[in-house]
């Protein structure tokens, strides 16, 4: 997804666990923030309830990008922050309309 994002022009920061993406957040404040559920320290719920209570990660748009795709881990992933709740494997098309829909949102 990473290499996809980077070639459609967008500018893409990886972090492969909870502790690291948090670190990133607090230091970039990104606007867009494509999360997995399953990561190895921690849950992406704890995670994007981190994000939410750091300075600038307020209005983030918070995607949840995983393979848990029932309605509970929907209503899970509402409840923790996320804005939106992607199912991997995740349409191309749909990840760039959540990233327009964000944009415009900032008027970017």
Do not use: C, N, Y
């Not at 307020?58 to 899970?76: F, H, I, M, P, S």
């Not at 991997?88 to 829909?101: C, G, H, I, N, T």
């Amino acid at each position: 997804m990473g290499a996809l994002l980077e070639m459609s022009g967008h500018a893409v920061r990886l972090a492969h666990d909870g502790a690291a993406a948090l670190a990133a957040a607090a230091a970039q404040a990104p606007h867009v923030v494509f999360l997995d559920i399953g990561l190895p320290d921690r849950s992406g719920f704890e995670v994007a309830q981190a994000m939410r209570a750091l300075s600038g990660m307020q209005d983030a748009t918070l995607v949840a990008l995983t393979g848990w795709g029932a309605e509970q881990d929907r209503k899970r992933s509402s409840e923790a922050g996320f804005d939106a709740h992607l199912t991997k494997p995740a349409d191309f098309d749909s990840v760039e309309q959540l990233l327009r829909d964000a944009a415009a949102s900032r008027g970017l």
